[in-house]
């Protein structure tokens, strides 16, 4: 069997943390060699890694202007004859966001693996080696190809599009609400359960800055001014965090309107775990009353992700098409 070659980017995060003179978790300190010398792979997966370090912050700080470096740091990875696989290190606090942005944007003709850990390298019982060892090997397997971007945390496999942060803490910190995992990862072997959704072309088109896009929770007597003030101050679209079916409060429904008047665009997604939003209702401010309105209703995505699709289809997408694209990324 030929040796396969996979790049190994890191960004920082709780898995590239040592500790600070305070006894807390510096996190991002560690470089990807530092990282990736403490890494002893499994026997049997033999592999060349090469290791580049683009990024060394926690997740908090992590900007969109990051994301598209990442996105072309890869892209450029994954073009290359002799590179069969990639995989990123990532703090788990916008961990989900990364992987799906890079699911939008990046081919997925070769594995694209992103994980993190719970606990730093150097606590006790970390997952930090565990999870990166179970990358690679992920990322050496061609049952990941045309998967785009997927997520390994605890021994298991999860899409972009549906893996969320679950735990604060605790080494589940993954899941897919909803949706379960594509499968495992047991030692050398990967085991796939189903392929999940269809990924489609990669989004092209988008340029650098990505348009500002806001992401507002509806809340029970939550003020409609919150929408004024997000787009007054230079958000370009925005995505509510609705409740239930894809619900807001009735006091938001002028506003709503007067914004898509303006001709900004609005999505609204659940913020249940999982379930997706339905025009079952008829009420002021239900599903029905906002599409009526012309908001763009979206199903089983969370509105942190919702957001970053947004963004790219704004910044490559006439507005008069924004709604059908949206839907079909959707579907």
């Not at 990442?70 to 073009?79: A, D, F, K």
């Not at 990364?98 to 006790?124: E, N």
Request: charge should be negative.
């Amino acid at each position: 069997m030929t040796k396969k070659h996979i790049v190994v980017l890191t960004t920082g995060g709780t898995i590239a943390s040592k500790p600070s003179d305070s006894g807390r978790s510096q996190s991002g300190a560690l470089s990807g060699e530092q990282l990736l010398d403490q890494v002893a792979l499994p026997q049997g997966v033999d592999v060349t890694l090469e290791v580049m370090s683009i990024l060394q912050k926690p997740s908090n700080a992590v900007t969109l202007a990051d994301l598209a470096e990442l996105h072309c740091q890869g892209r450029r990875v994954l073009s290359r004859a002799d590179v069969d696989g990639l995989v990123i290190t990532h703090g788990t606090d916008t961990l989900e966001e990364t992987a799906y942005f890079l699911s939008l944007t990046l081919p997925a003709d070769k594995p694209c693996v992103i994980t993190g850990s719970q606990r730093a390298p150097h606590q006790l019982g970390t997952d930090a080696f565990k999870n990166i060892c179970d990358a690679i090997v992920a990322a050496v397997s061609p049952q990941l190809s045309q998967l785009g971007c997927v997520l390994v945390f605890n021994e298991s496999l999860f899409a972009a599009r549906y893996a969320r942060k679950v735990s604060s803490f605790q080494l589940h910190g993954f899941d897919a609400p909803g949706a379960g995992s594509l499968g495992y990862i047991d030692g050398q072997r990967l085991k796939l359960y189903h392929t999940g959704t269809s990924i489609e072309p990669p989004i092209e088109g988008w340029g650098v800055p990505l348009p500002r896009v806001d992401l507002l929770p509806a809340y029970l007597d939550a003020s409609p001014a919150l929408l004024k003030a997000c787009v007054e101050s230079g958000a370009n679209g925005v995505v509510i965090d609705g409740l239930g079916r894809g619900h807001v409060p009735p006091g938001w429904m002028n506003e709503i309107r007067a914004l898509i008047r303006a001709g900004v665009p609005i999505a609204v997604v659940s913020s249940c775990a999982q379930g997706p939003v339905n025009t079952s209702y008829e009420f002021s401010g239900s599903l029905a009353d906002l599409v009526s309105a012309g908001v763009i209703a979206l199903n089983d995505i969370s509105a942190r992700k919702a957001r970053l699709a947004l963004a790219l289809l704004l910044s490559s997408t006439p507005r008069e098409a924004l709604g059908d694209a949206m839907e079909r990324l959707m579907a």
